[in-house]
């Protein structure tokens, strides 16, 4: 089992910066790939970036490549968003979500997901 729970969602002009984060419990985060998926009002959850279990392997959408980072520390059980140059296209509710096997771009294959966090980003 793996609980997750993101924060650093908020509002924030155009061009500028958030990290989301999103801290794991269980046993088994270090062994999971981990990924983020965004849903805008009247739209369908979309993929938004995800990494392997050791850090090594990232991909990324295509409309946030260059602009967003992820990362992840095992030893805190954390998984870093790092967006820059946000435009007011990324305003959605970010979820963070986590799977035994390997590193994937598609929501169904998540196991365990957090509750989201709030992106707004005004022109």
């Known amino acids: 089992q793996v609980q997750l729970v993101e924060s650093g969602g908020g509002l924030v002009q155009a061009g500028g910066s958030l990290r989301l984060s999103c801290a794991a419990s269980g046993s088994t985060f270090s062994y999971s790939a981990m990924g983020w998926f965004r849903q805008a009002p009247g739209k369908e959850r979309e993929f938004v970036a995800t990494i392997n279990w050791g850090g090594s392997t990232v991909f990324y959408a295509d409309s946030v490549k260059g602009r967003f980072a992820l990362s992840r520390d095992n030893a805190k059980n954390t998984v870093y968003l790092q967006m820059n140059s946000l435009k007011p296209e990324d305003t959605a509710i970010y979820y963070c979500?986590?799977?035994?096997?390997?590193?994937?771009?598609?929501?169904?294959?998540?196991?365990?997901w957090g509750q989201g966090t709030q992106v707004t980003v005004s022109s």
């Open positions: 979500a986590a799977r035994s096997g390997a590193l994937s771009t598609l929501s169904g294959l998540y196991e365990y």
